[in-house]
């Protein structure tokens, strides 16, 4: 089956440096893809960029199999949906409005949604366990609800990628998990492809079909989380000694990480 | 009105809503038009209203030569600031944010008391001048803080500051060097001035303003975005950056005209969007009519207050805002704070 994106060769600029220099890779139909690398490496760029956001000097991406600068901004939010890694409304939306403006890139002129837009809305409520906190404020709800209520946004843009960054890095443990049971399941039943940039190593690695770890705007690796999570590469890319064994449970890589100071605690 | 379980804005709640605001609107008028020195009671203007009695001829002259102009300019006026509030919030995701938050309001100013400084008429010159410093002021703060087609929220709001701070100096300058009753003028060109309302004044602005209106309206759906932030907006297939400079130029030139016939009427462009926003929600497509229709109610009645309440002397209509509106506003902000402050 052909993949639902394609990157070849992509660099991008802000500035002179170049913070993407020639990225290859492609996402499949069902996949959970796992970005990571450290601050700076380009994780965030790279989203927007298949995000249609910002626009590639150089390189090519395919989107279900056409160059992605052939659609409209309209096109791109039908097929890819982002979920930021924090979003603050300035007013008091209520969970129920917020969910459904996912439904703007499929209006016409008309400013006003119908009966079936609301009908996709709470299908995507009802998948995120959102329905209950329809008629809350969303300042109000929790770092956790809050993702789970703009993922239900992105999937009422019914688009069939969906790109997240770092969603769960201002989340306790639980929520953490919560997020990625939550994804790992829609890949599943909705044929979801998805695209996730965490700092939670070893959480990501019991979830992600593969990893791709970038390096200063490179892929330094692109693999299954065994291949790519090993304490050679990982304290290389990271500069940071690490050590890596395996999850007693899942049997994914699990990442420890090494105090530089060698063992050991000492009081000042 | 919140809460019930398909919380969605539908056409039919913001026609009904509008019709609700645009009855009150009339009743609003129709009790201003009877307001005033000269004693017209309200039974005779609601018998002219719905076609039955007339007036004599004084009476006619004052409702149709003084008040009535007044009245549908104020309306106006409010209107537009309103929309201009709304509008500006929405867009620098900042509820303090109002029309003339970028230094429109002192540019116009500097304008205007340049045309009280060195005679020009109430009618035209004055006017003409304020409108040309409002648009100068838009243009520079616009033009400073624009970079590569992209305008950028911090940047504006920090050129608008500066921009004001300097034109502030300026207006201290020559309020400083007039002694005369220019001055008096000058200091109720700053706190707005309903007195030299013409009809000529409508018919220049109504058609601008509907025409700003419409096309805001469009975009309501967008700024309901771009209140989630820029990037997230663009992401879900808003053109921001387009959103951005037809609002920011179209709310401009409105509060430009409508400031060079009223002068500076603080205010209503910060209070009533607060006030329609706890009333119905911060969904755009209600709130912007809401609003706007909404700043029409409270500056005529505000300045139906300021034209009898030290009669035959008149108060500034900015006066009246404000001492109403502070202690108001402060009210809604103990009440609901919360919903602002949070982030």
Known sequence: MDPELILRGVFFRYERQWCLRGIDFDLRKGEILGLIGPNGSGKSTLLKIIDGVLKIPKGEILLRNKPLSTYKRGDIARQIAMVPQESNFRFP???FEVVLMGRFPHLGLFPFEGKEDVKIARQSMRLTHTLDLAKRSINELSGGEKQRVLIARALTQTAHIILLDEPTSFLDIRHKVEIFDLISSLTLTQGLSVIIVSHDISLAAQYCHRMLLLDKGGVYKIGEPTEVITADTISTVYKCPVLVDKNPISKTPRLTVLSRRGEGKTLA | ??????????????????????????????????????????????????????????????????????????????????????????????????????????????????????????????????????????????????????????????????????????????????SDSRLHSILFWLYGDLSQSKYIQLSVSLPLILAVSGIIYFFSRHLNLIVGGEDAALQIGVEVELVKWVSFLGISLITGVVISFSGIIGFVGLIVPHLMRMLLGPDHRLLIPASAIGGACFLIAADTLARTIISPSELPVGVVTAFLGAPFFIYLLKQRGSQWTQS
């Open chain 2, 1 to 178: 009105m919140r809460g019930s379980e398909d919380q969605r804005i539908t056409p039919v709640k913001v026609i009904i809503t509008g019709l609700i605001l645009l009855g009150i609107l009339i009743i609003i008028i129709l009790i201003s038009l009877s307001l005033g020195p000269a004693k017209i009671s309200l039974r005779d203007i609601l018998a002219w209203s719905i076609g039955h009695g007339t007036f004599d001829q004084q009476a006619w002259m004052i409702i149709y030569k003084i008040r009535l102009p007044r009245i549908l300019l104020a309306g106006l006026v409010g209107f537009s600031l309103s929309l201009g509030g709304v509008v500006f919030q929405a867009l620098l995701r900042n509820p303090l944010a109002e029309p003339f938050i970028l230094g429109i309001s002192s540019g116009a100013a500097v304008g205007a008391i340049i045309g009280i400084v060195f005679g020009f008429g109430f009618h035209l010159g004055v006017p003409l001048l304020s409108f040309m410093g409002a648009l100068f002021t838009v243009l520079l703060v616009i033009g400073i803080s624009s970079r590569q087609g992209g305008l950028e929220s911090a940047t504006l709001l920090l050129t608008g500051v500066i921009v004001n701070a300097f034109f502030t100096a300026v207006i201290m300058f020559f309020i400083a060097t007039t």
């Open chain 1, 93 to 95: 939306f209520s969970v």
